[in-house]
């Protein structure tokens, strides 16, 4: 049974051994899931981009990125940006999630670092969450970057559960100038906080896509997994607990209302 840091840690030190100068993680070819259209309060983003490196649904701003390393490349000195993500609204109003990208360019991409802060708030109370996405990463993987140089670690949130309030967040763990790069679902729940961090177990694997919650298992997230040099994917569906079972035919859903970032995008 693989364990994705288990499984990472390897690859990390061949990753480091061997770092290219671009920026860009190359896309892969994954097999489409199959999804259902959108409800009124199912505001699932099903299009994959090219952009992002691994075809997500849920895309991360692959050229804002880009072009930050580019401008740091032709300044020749690190820059800073910053963008917000959309709002995710729970369905029943109460809850809404976003998150702050903070990206530090640099001339040299394995120098670069991309983290967010997730926040939560509670519309009801005012309380308010702030998650920052370094203090989730594993130390044991912090421990094989120096310096965080090159570390991608970023929560953003995907949606919520069609019951419950949990929020879907999509963990997109790796390091610039590599090939190492995979989601998890990182789940928080009202009352309780951050309840589970999940991916696949079942099998190696070199990458895995976060799709959203199971449509089949709504108390499961579904993911897509792929192994280098094979076409072929694999569906899964993951409970809380990490146990994991083929979900071939399955298809991804996620609930809420998404509205636009509150502040206008810092581009480079």
Same mark, same amino acid.
């Given at each position: 049974?693989?364990?994705? +840091?288990?499984?990472?840690?390897?690859?990390?030190?061949?990753?480091?051994?061997?770092?290219?100068?671009?920026?860009?993680?190359?896309?892969?070819?994954?097999?489409?899931?199959?999804?259902?259209?959108?409800?009124?309060d199912q505001l699932l983003?099903?299009?994959? !981009?090219?952009?992002?490196?691994?075809?997500?649904? +849920?895309?991360?701003?692959?050229?804002?990125?880009?072009?930050? =390393? %580019?401008?740091?490349?032709?300044?020749?000195?690190?820059?800073s940006y910053r963008q $917000? @993500?959309?709002?995710?609204?729970?369905?029943?109003?109460?809850?809404?999630? %976003?998150? @702050?990208?903070?990206?530090?360019?640099?001339?040299?991409?394995?120098? $670069?670092?991309? !983290?967010?802060?997730?926040?939560?708030?509670?519309? =009801?109370?005012?309380?308010? $969450?702030?998650?920052?996405?370094?203090? %989730?990463?594993?130390?044991?993987?912090?421990? %094989?970057?120096?310096?965080?140089?090159?570390?991608?670690?970023?929560?953003?949130?995907?949606?919520?559960?069609?019951?419950?309030?949990?929020?879907?967040?999509?963990?997109?763990?790796?390091? +610039?100038?590599?090939?190492?790069?995979?989601?998890?679902?990182?789940?928080?729940?009202?009352?309780?906080? =951050?309840?589970? @961090?999940?991916?696949?177990?079942?099998?190696?694997?070199?990458?895995? !896509?976060?799709?959203?919650?199971?449509? !089949?298992?709504?108390?499961?997230?579904? +993911?897509?997994? =792929?192994?280098?040099?094979?076409?072929?994917?694999?569906?899964?569906?993951? *409970?809380?607990?990490?146990?994991?079972?083929?979900?071939?035919? *399955?298809?991804?859903?996620?609930?809420?209302?998404?509205?636009?970032?509150?502040?206008?995008?810092?581009q480079p």
């Amino acid at each position: 049974m693989v364990t994705r +840091f288990e499984q990472w840690r390897g690859i990390l030190t061949s990753s480091l051994c061997a770092l290219l100068t671009a920026v860009v993680v190359p896309p892969l070819t994954l097999a489409q899931p199959d999804v259902t259209p959108p409800k009124a309060d199912q505001l699932l983003q099903v299009v994959p !981009t090219a952009t992002d490196p691994l075809q997500s649904p +849920f895309p991360l701003p692959w050229t804002w990125i880009e072009q930050g =390393h %580019e401008a740091a490349l032709k300044a020749q000195k690190p820059l800073s940006y910053r963008q $917000q @993500t959309a709002r995710y609204v729970s369905p029943d109003g109460r809850y809404v999630a %976003e998150a @702050t990208l903070y990206f530090q360019a640099a001339p040299q991409a394995f120098e $670069q670092q991309l !983290t967010s802060i997730l926040e939560i708030t509670d519309l =009801h109370t005012g309380d308010r $969450q702030r998650i920052n996405s370094l203090q %989730e990463v594993p130390p044991e993987f912090l421990a %094989e970057v120096p310096r965080h140089q090159g570390l991608i670690a970023v929560l953003v949130p995907v949606g919520w559960s069609q019951r419950d309030n949990r929020l879907l967040v999509r963990q997109f763990m790796g390091l +610039f100038a590599s090939d190492l790069v995979t989601d998890a679902a990182w789940i928080w729940q009202p009352g309780r906080g =951050h309840v589970a @961090t999940v991916y696949p177990t079942a099998a190696d694997y070199d990458v895995a !896509t976060l799709l959203g919650w199971s449509h !089949t298992y709504p108390d499961q997230v579904l +993911f897509q997994t =792929h192994v280098m040099g094979d076409a072929q994917a694999t569906l899964w569906a993951v *409970d809380s607990h990490g146990s994991t079972q083929l979900a071939q035919g *399955d298809r991804p859903a996620v609930y809420g209302t998404t509205l636009p970032a509150t502040a206008t995008a810092r581009q480079p």
